[in-house]
């Protein structure tokens, strides 16, 4: 008895084959067309969910900044690139010692008209916090008096004082003495008073005092706290508060506690 078979050419009623090859052919270019786009839609994908997490990351956790100045020598050095703790000084507080960054509300920096430079590309990614802030709208420098605190300048031996208790302060400049030029503050509440450590190259709070807000900073004008040195890498590390060099600053007056 003949056995049939679907498709045999054997089969009178059965097509020659040669149709079905072509649509197997077809049908092979359809698939790898469908297997690019999505392949393509999958990148797209990771593109998208990488640019968000990094904007997330930028807006609530992290932020990348260009250091353009040597005001912080030699902690920070010109063209390093730091990431910010954003968490700082909210909800973490901040302390004696941080490195923070801050918007220049108060006029410090000469005027850069602005600031559009035409480069999208760069303002985006920047946005998005896959390059670091170059804008020079931010300063950087160190918080050596918290509110309350009353900080001067200088003893006998060229020391800082902070409530009365003077300081050692390793991470000035080598060479350069604390302060050049005297003075006498009470910190208020909200603000704090900065310094940088290249004492003879910074224009800090010791330069404003004639300013409205005489030389110090609004704590709500602070972006974080500087934690990390990432470029280049043969300085990369974090950034220190030292809290060593005010373990022994008492309380201001009138504070029953305050952070070191």
């Not at 084959?17 to 990148?43: I, M, Q, T």
């Not at 000084?89 to 004696?96: A, G, K, M, W």
Request: one cysteine or more.
């Amino acid at each position: 008895m003949a056995q049939d078979f679907p498709d045999d050419p054997r089969d009178g009623n059965a097509d020659s084959g040669e149709p079905r090859r072509n649509a197997a052919h077809a049908s092979g270019k359809d698939g790898k067309s469908r297997g690019f786009g999505a392949w393509l839609r999958e990148v797209l994908t990771i593109v998208v969910i990488a640019l968000l997490l990094s904007f997330l990351i930028k807006t609530f956790l992290f932020r990348a900044f260009f250091i353009p100045s040597g005001s912080m020598e030699q902690t920070l050095e010109i063209h390093d690139r730091i990431f910010v703790n954003l968490l700082v000084p909210e909800p973490f507080d901040l302390t004696r010692g941080d490195v923070v960054v801050f918007k220049d509300t108060q006029g410090w920096l000469p005027p850069t008209g602005n600031g559009d430079d035409g480069n999208f590309i760069a303002d985006a990614l920047t946005f998005v916090g896959l390059l670091p802030d170059e804008s020079e709208q931010h300063l950087v420098k160190r918080i050596i008096g918290m509110p309350g605190d009353h900080v001067t300048c200088c003893t006998a031996d060229g020391k800082i004082t902070i409530n009365g208790e003077p300081i050692d302060e390793p991470y000035v400049y080598p060479g350069a003495l604390p302060s050049e030029a005297p003075f006498d503050v009470v910190v208020p509440e909200g603000k704090v008073w900065v310094m940088g450590d290249h004492r003879n190259a910074s224009a800090d709070s010791r330069e404003h005092q004639d300013g409205a807000n005489e030389g110090f900073v609004n704590i709500e004008d602070i972006e974080g706290k500087a934690a990390v040195i990432a470029w280049p890498l043969d300085r990369a590390g974090f950034i220190g508060s030292y809290p060593e060099v005010f373990k022994n600053v008492p309380a201001p007056a009138g504070a029953e506690t305050v952070s070191p």
